[in-house]
T-cell receptor, first 115, second 116 residues
């Protein structure tokens, strides 16, 4: 069974603080893909990143970084020096060739950055 | 290029009426998904299409829900005899192909459906 758990329902940080959003996944597949999406208050989900299961290299994009650890089945997302514009709901998702092409989304983490 | 578009952006309907929601995927994207997102909730998968293949309807909550995709492009989600529990934001997404998740999905702005 495929499952994505985002245990943090809501997080509040003060602007310029760093924040890490946790994502834990479950799958028996050896080939799979992990994703992060951002849903700002405007409502439209924005794709942030995709990783495949064979690439455990961490990735950094500006203030965003992702830590993929197969040993703990986690794909955590860190925002450095948070800004008010980072306030949004963030979703982690999992897909694999054996999931019938469905994406399995976590329940999301609502991040509020306080100025 | 143009992203995924959906219409209408908002729809208010009376209980028992039928509604049609439209999705225009990104040009060249063969895979199209429909999701439902209730207030403050995650995404609930409804259905996906891949090219001309039979759709995966496993997520449709009841037989009041149906969807079609004409010409491998535009898709319409139809809800018959709407109920108040159908009130939600309906999201459409497209990707280059299904390919087991190899390609990311791009989402439209959604249609907010309110059933009174």
């Amino acid at each position: 069974a495929q499952k994505v758990t985002q245990a943090q329902t809501e997080i509040s940080v003060v602007e310029k603080e760093d924040v890490t959003l946790d994502c834990v996944y479950e799958t028996r597949d050896t080939t799979y893909y992990l994703f992060w999406y951002k849903q700002p208050p405007s409502g439209e989900l924005v794709f942030l990143i995709r990783r495949n299961s064979f690439d455990e290299q961490n990735e950094i994009s500006g203030r965003y970084s992702w830590n993929f650890q197969k040993s703990t089945s986690s794909f955590n997302f860190t925002i450095t020096a948070s800004q008010v514009v980072d306030s949004a709901v963030y979703f982690c998702a999992l897909a694999s060739p054996n999931t019938g092409n469905q994406f399995y989304f976590g329940t999301g983490t609502s991040l509020t950055v306080i100025p | 290029g143009a992203g995924v578009s959906q219409s209408p952006s908002n729809k208010v309907t009376e209980k028992g009426k039928d509604v049609e929601l439209r999705c225009d995927p990104i040009s060249g994207h063969t895979a199209l998904y429909w999701y439902r997102q209730s207030l403050g909730q995650g995404l609930e998968f409804l259905i996906y299409f891949q090219g001309n293949s039979a759709p995966d309807k496993s997520g449709l909550p009841s037989d009041r829900f149906s969807a079609e995709r004409t010409g491998g492009s535009v898709s319409t989600l139809t809800i018959q005899r709407t109920q108040q529990e159908d009130s939600a934001v309906y999201l459409c997404a497209s990707s280059l192909s299904l390919a087991g998740g190899r390609y990311e999905q791009y989402f439209g702005p959604g249609t907010r459906l309110t059933v009174t």
